[in-house]
């Protein structure tokens, strides 16, 4: 029932919830009643079921397929992890005991940006490798991960025969290489490519959590510039933050109690 004191799209998702346990809303095939049929069921907007149902897929509760339709989503399915570590969605799903294949794979070798220049330390004439792929589970995309790499004597071509979709545990694996870390920036942002966005989330337009990461050597060198999208629901991430304590110094001139340091 629809009341007028609580936001329509929180109560159509409440009620979306409670009647999922009772597998209501839903058609034969375990696929969700189109926006239209659940706007008429809530008596409501298709503007509001459609707010509902992204902030459901947000959750992980549902995930959509353009053109096909919008389904339930197994919670076993979800990938948790910490930021402390440097670890591919290969490694993390084997880890899970989770399921994961790629799919579109595009190997491209263009000319360096100014920016990729810049980044990777290279004369302007030099040429990088730009690698595309999407993640998929359960025949439904997650993620969707380019990364660029700068062309080198050895070549990275050559490393692809068994790619099977991270470039991290490639060059952990394959490279002569000794990776160090990896600086990330984290924001939201829209895919440049919309047919992509389409196979991920149905919506060109909507803004996916995006990580963009420089990949570091012991040297210092960065040997991979990545773009990491993620589509809502079947990824979430937490950090583990301290409170910083003063050292031993610190509490040497805090307390008078003498401090050697050896």
């Known amino acids: 029932m629809i009341t007028r ?38 008596n409501v907007s298709r503007s509001t079921v459609r707010e509902a149902l992204s902030k459901l897929e947000q959750g992980g509760y549902i995930w959509r397929r353009h053109g096909v339709g919008t389904f339930l989503a197994g919670r076993s399915q979800i990938f948790n992890t910490g930021l402390e570590q440097l670890e591919s969605i290969n490694s993390l799903a084997v880890r899970k005991g989770l399921q994961i294949s790629m799919d579109g794979l595009k190997v491209i070798e263009r000319a360096a940006d100014e920016n990729e220049i810049e980044i990777f330390s290279i004369e302007k004439q030099r040429s990088v490798t730009e690698i595309q792929r999407l993640m998929v589970s359960e025949g439904r995309p997650i993620a969707y991960l380019v990364d660029v790499l700068p062309q080198q004597a050895d070549g990275y071509l050559s490393l692809i025969q068994d790619f099977e979709g991270s470039v991290l545990d490639l060059l952990l694996q394959k490279s002569h290489f000794l990776i160090s870390h990896a600086n990330t920036d984290i924001s939201v942002r829209r895919l440049p490519d919309k047919e992509i966005a389409k196979k991920m989330v149905g919506d060109p337009t909507e803004s996916l959590l995006c990580f963009e990461s ?44 003498a401090a050697e340091v050896p």
Not at 234 to 246: E, K, L, Y
């Open 5 to 42: 004191n609580v936001p329509l799209a929180t109560q159509v998702m409440s009620n979306l919830l409670t009647g999922f346990a009772n597998n209501e809303y839903l058609q034969r095939n375990g696929q969700l009643l189109s926006e239209g049929e659940l706007s008429k069921v809530f």
């Open 214 to 257: 420089r990949l570091y050597t012991s040297e210092g060198l960065v040997v991979d510039h990545s773009f990491s999208y993620f589509v809502p629901g079947f990824f979430t991430f937490n950090v583990i933050r301290r409170v910083p304590h003063p050292d031993i110094g610190e509490l040497a001139g805090l307390t008078g109690i």
